[in-house]
């Protein structure tokens, strides 16, 4: 997700974003609640940050480009770790899932209530007003215990935490934040494609055959055509369509249906109804205005039952894609995590990311990524096939290319090798394929 610019009153303290700007929820979606979201800013890349409060002194990690300040008469207990009779500051390595820093975020603020409380705010800062929840560093403040900011590791190791945790008690959080000096140049996300983005292909450039390989996995088959290398273009516009010959998308259109239910439908349990929506909230209070978190909210016959918090940062597509009833328990994806039955998996399961959840053929079916691989699980079991990223999670136009699914086929462009493939799995008649 892109950063957006907003141009809204920003506050002379922390300059907290009172709104943000973005694309439209797709209307198949439940319709967040009308709230202010302020989202805190910092210091740009290259500028000085705002000064420490008076009495306080500034450290600079010698392990990190980060430096922030504490009072001065705590004691350093450790590398990056200071305590004191009132309070605490800790810089760590991050140890939960997340493959962008607002999954980490809201990871570690809906799974460890004991840290935070029941109803932390979650709320991305940016640079220069620009909203980048994905890459940006990402408050976590709590009204009645300790709070914290985590933020991407500016020196990534392979098979190592790729984000940082600055954990701070409640009462000096805000003194932390306005000394913050996030001084990473931080690099621009890499491309995933090339050069005629978004053009128009004039009719003699337009393919009639793509390479298919087709593979079966018990009762489902996989057919994946490859479309063009990852340099040259890639999903996003419109446009890109055009690569794909008519001829494969005309081959199964009666397949693609929407699905019987909506992915946000309630579903029944034990005789209930599980049902989920976005909530109010009341915001957590700061010396000059509020943080909010958006609030998603699973009941039980209209009781709540369990509370997940995202980050208010999130503007255009707010991430909750699917409530579901696998063999008796309730399951509701949410920003790559997945939560089953009020508890939060994807770090016992291994996985970084799970997205894509729904029912194929009668079994539940999810992508998940492990390792920096996306891999395809059906019926509890992971599918003998994997790839370098799937396109997923978009919003407005380049949402025409996210996953799509029913209770028959899954469909999808995947990347793998430098190289765009479209791909549809399914349980198909044998009569269907080539």
Request: net charge negative; aromatic share 12%.
């Amino acid at each position: 997700m892109k950063g957006r610019t907003c141009n809204r009153w920003v506050s002379p303290a922390l300059l907290l974003l009172l709104s943000l700007s973005g694309c439209g929820v797709p209307a198949s979606r439940a319709t967040p609640p009308a709230k202010p979201a302020p989202t805190a800013t910092m210091a740009p890349t290259g500028q000085a940050p705002a000064a420490a409060e008076d009495g306080w002194k500034v450290h600079t990690s010698t392990r990190w480009a980060i430096s922030f300040a504490v009072p001065a008469a705590w004691q350093q207990t450790g590398e990056d770790r200071f305590e004191g009779q009132d309070g605490f500051a800790r810089l760590e390595p991050f140890t939960g899932p997340g493959v962008s820093v607002d999954q980490a975020c809201e990871w570690e603020a809906n799974y460890h209530r004991e840290r935070y409380g029941p109803a932390p705010a979650v709320s991305p800062l940016s640079r220069d007003n620009r909203i980048d929840p994905r890459h940006q560093p990402c408050l976590i403040h709590s009204a009645d215990a300790q709070s914290a900011i985590v933020l991407p590791d500016p020196n990534p190791v392979r098979d190592e935490p790729s984000f940082l945790l600055l954990s701070v008690d409640r009462d000096h959080f805000q003194g932390v934040v306005r000394s913050l000096d996030y001084r990473l140049e931080v690099e621009p996300v890499p491309t995933l494609s090339g050069s005629l983005l978004g053009r128009t292909l004039p009719p003699e450039q337009r393919p009639h055959s793509l390479p298919l390989e087709t593979h079966t996995f018990g009762d489902l088959t996989l057919e994946e055509y490859t479309i063009i290398d990852a340099r040259v273009d890639g999903p996003g516009y419109f446009e890109f369509s055009q690569r794909i010959p008519p001829a494969v998308m005309e081959k199964r259109r009666a397949w693609r249906t929407p699905p019987t239910r909506g992915s946000l439908d309630p579903v029944q349990s034990d005789g209930q109804t599980i049902s989920v929506e976005y909530a109010d909230s009341d915001g957590v209070s700061l010396a000059d205005g509020l943080i909010f978190s958006t609030p998603i909210s699973v009941r039980r016959d209209g009781q709540e039952i369990y509370r997940y918090h995202l980050s208010s940062g999130h503007a255009g597509t707010f991430p909750l894609f699917y409530l579901g009833n696998w063999g008796g328990r309730w399951v509701l994806e949410v920003n790559g995590m997945l939560i089953v039955d009020g508890q939060i998996v994807n770090q016992e399961w291994g996985y970084d990311e799970i997205f894509g959840c729904q029912e194929l053929n009668g079994r539940p079916f999810y992508f998940f990524v492990q390792d920096g691989q996306t891999y395809l699980s059906y019926g509890g079991e992971t599918l003998p096939v994997s790839y370098d990223y799937v396109y997923h999670g978009m919003c407005c136009e380049p949402a025409a290319f996210n996953v799509g699914g029913n209770d028959r086929m899954v469909w999808f462009y995947a990347l793998r090798d430098g190289l765009w493939h479209y791909v549809e799995l399914g349980a198909f008649d044998f009569s269907t394929r080539r």
